[in-house]
């Protein structure tokens, strides 16, 4: 049974940087769709970093390429989101998430998700 864990969230200023962490659970083959969306207030959650654990490069979501970074630890146990040049339309929360491989890149059907991390911007 797939489990995910965040860490990591919490209030920062605007240019800042922050380092959201998800411990993966259960995660023991090469066929998942690993990533990290976050849900604005009255939106709906959207993906912005993902990858393919079998390969290939990250995918990111317009709003946040060349300020998010996604990687996997080693173990790959752990897969962890770096924010730089935090900006107030950041403020969200942020979920890290597991799928098939047919819901790379941004599908947030049939997925297992992390219970989230609060991350807040002020100008």
């Known amino acids: 049974q797939v489990r995910l864990m965040e860490c990591g969230g919490g209030s920062v200023q605007s240019g800042g940087s922050l380092t959201l962490s998800c411990a993966l659970f259960?995660?023991?083959?090469?066929?998942?769709?690993l990533g990290w969306f976050r849900q604005l207030a009255g939106e709906e959650r959207e993906a912005i970093a993902v990858?393919?654990?079998?390969?290939?490069?990250?995918w990111y979501g317009d709003s946040v390429e060349g300020r998010f970074t996604i990687r996997r630890s080693h173990s790959e146990s752990l897969v962890y989101l770096t924010i730089d040049s935090l900006e107030p339309e950041d403020t969200a929360m942020y979920y890290c998430?597991?799928?098939?491989?047919?819901?790379?890149?941004?599908?947030?059907?049939?997925?297992?998700w992390g219970q989230g991390t609060q991350v807040t911007v002020s100008s």
């Open positions: 990858f393919y654990s079998g390969g290939g490069s990250p």
């Open positions: 259960g995660v023991t083959d090469s066929g998942y769709c």
């Open positions: 998430s597991a799928g098939g491989a047919r819901t790379c890149p941004t599908s947030a059907s049939q997925r297992v």
